[in-house]
């Protein structure tokens, strides 16, 4: 068996899907979107899931693209192929912004925007305590489990640090090394196999 047959023949590992979970792409999978990215799961249910590409920044100033917002000179990352023209965060800040939902020890999505504008006029927000995404990654009922069926995505857990600490570009090969030496073969094959 050749080396590329081993990486194709990867089994989904057994890790369920849930909230605050992170899927991993596998390496064949090309999208835009979803090519090489870490998608962190806000929710996973019966009525389907959604949750936000983590280690895609935008080479954009987010006050380019976020208007009536304070000035803020952090990243703006790319949340996924819906509502891409709706603003989306995640933070470590817990309750001084209102509303905020705790989807992993530490980490919180979303909460009351004008809190959040309030803490930028302070400057007490950085991409170290708050992430900003333009839209989002949904799968309707049971898509998100026919794709894990076939080994689109590895599942795992994750912490607060490791989202918001890594350096989004290692992302994606951080995470595979996470699951392991089987899945860590994932992270060396080309990101064009034309040109191995």
Do not use: C
Not at 15 to 40: C, H, K, N, Q, T
Not at 95 to 108: H, M, P, T, V
Not at 177 to 182: M, P, W
Request: net charge negative.
């Amino acid at each position: 068996m050749s080396d590329l047959d081993n990486l194709i023949t990867i089994r989904s590992n057994d890790v369920a899907p849930r909230g605050g979970r992170i899927l991993i792409s596998e390496p064949f999978m090309y999208d835009f979107y979803f090519g090489r990215s870490v998608v962190l799961l806000a929710q996973h249910g019966e009525e389907g899931s959604f949750g936000i590409i983590v280690n895609k920044p935008l080479k954009l100033r987010f006050n380019d693209v976020v208007k009536d917002f304070p000035d803020y000179e952090g990243q703006i990352y790319l949340g996924g192929p819906v509502k891409s023209d709706s603003l989306f965060f995640i933070h470590t800040l817990g309750e001084e912004i209102d509303d905020s939902l705790e989807i992993l020890k530490g980490l919180y999505w979303g909460g009351d925007l004008e809190n959040v504008k309030e803490l930028l006029s302070m400057k007490r927000l950085t991409d170290q305590n708050i992430r900003f995404f333009l839209g989002y990654s949904g799968w309707s009922p049971r898509q998100l489990e026919a794709e894990l069926k076939r080994n689109s995505w590895a599942v795992s857990s994750t912490n607060a640090h490791l989202i918001m600490n890594t350096v989004p570009e290692k992302l994606w090969k951080m995470s595979l090394f996470q699951l392991g030496k089987e899945y860590s073969r994932w992270a060396t094959y080309p990101s064009d196999p034309g040109l191995n």
